[in-house]
């Protein structure tokens, strides 16, 4: 080896090696705790990263004593609610599937009877008698399936309203906690 290609080498493993040094850690790909409730955390007084997890930790279940919410909690709740808002509406949905036909025959039954007496003629009748009442049948399983679906979003809706304001109130009693603990702290 020449010592042109030696020096060259030198070089390339000095700027190599400072390049690394100088290079940040890569992320672990783990979310902090604060992360992964939306809240950004930044440390002002030079804390670690450790001394960062203890810190939102403690922080953590002060605003859960401070305002009796878990944010993980809600989110389940919130979840929970919105199942059975869909469950609800599925089952109205398969109770008044065939409402039509069953109006229809009691319609038919009715109609045959009146144009019995009417005119003579109960097949007319009973024609009659079961066009209006698959209507009817059918125009009421259409409005009851239109109630229990706006009672279901009814219920969603309050359900994420009390989700949003417990969230709320519980970050900013966490980011209380952190601020005092000399953090910036933004959601």
């Known amino acids: 080896m020449n010592l042109g290609t030696i020096g060259i080498a030198a070089v390339a493993l000095v700027a190599a090696t400072s390049v690394s040094a100088q290079a940040p850690a890569a992320p672990t790909g783990q979310k902090t705790l604060a992360a992964t409730i939306n809240v950004y955390v930044f440390p002002t007084a030079g804390q670690d990263a450790s001394q960062q997890s203890k810190d939102e930790g403690e922080c953590y279940n002060y605003a859960v004593q401070s305002t009796g919410t878990d ?3 809600l989110a389940k709740q919130a979840d929970a609610a919105k199942q059975s808002a869909a469950a609800t ?3 109205t949905a398969q109770a008044t599937q065939g409402a039509g ?14 144009g019995e007496i009417a005119s003579d003629d109960a097949g007319k009748g009973a024609a009659y008698g079961a066009a209006a009442g698959l209507i009817a049948g059918r125009s009421r399983a259409r409005g009851a399936q239109k109630q229990a679906e706006a009672q279901a979003s009814q219920q969603v809706a309050q359900a994420s309203t009390a989700t949003a304001e417990g969230t709320a109130n519980f970050k900013k009693a966490f980011s209380v906690c952190l601020e005092a603990k000399k953090y910036m702290v933004k959601f």
Not at 101 to 114: E, H, R
């Open 101 to 114: 036909a069953k109006t229809a025959v009691k319609g038919a039954a009715a109609g045959a009877l009146i």
């Open 89 to 91: 509406t599925q089952q």
């Open 71 to 73: 944010p993980f909690e």
